[in-house]
């Protein structure tokens, strides 16, 4: 069975940076494109990063692109979402995501999801 465990999650001030860990198991690490959603109450998951399988090309939502960065560590099977500069806006629970090959944009697409983790940032 797959299974996407994320951690790292806490409050902060604004400003200030967190970084988000998910240890993927029981699924081929290289095969799979990987993807950091978040939700706050009453919205649905939005898709803030995502990095491909084989060539790790990345993706950013408007949102955050030039605060987050996604990266992957083969080595360890894990995903790391770097958040920096974090905003009040940016609060909600982190989800990582996983699915074959490439990524999408559409929740419904990704195949394997972990538990969320909440982030809190203060104004």
């Known amino acids: 069975d797959v299974q996407l465990q994320a951690s790292g999650g806490g409050f902060v001030q604004a400003g200030g940076s967190l970084r988000l860990s998910c240890a993927a198991s029981?699924?081929?690490?290289?095969?799979?494109?990987f993807g950091w959603f978040r939700q706050v109450p009453g919205k649905g998951r939005e898709r803030v990063a995502c990095i491909n399988s084989s060539d790790r090309q990345t993706y950013y939502s408007d949102s955050v692109r030039g605060r987050f960065t996604i990266s992957t560590d083969d080595a360890k099977n894990t995903v790391y979402l770097q958040m920096n500069s974090l905003k009040p806006e940016d609060a909600a629970v982190y989800y990582c995501a996983a699915e074959r090959w490439l990524c999408n944009n559409n929740p419904a697409a990704w195949d394997s999801w972990g538990k969320g983790t909440q982030v809190t940032v203060s104004s």
């Open positions: 029981g699924l081929p690490f290289d095969d799979y494109a």
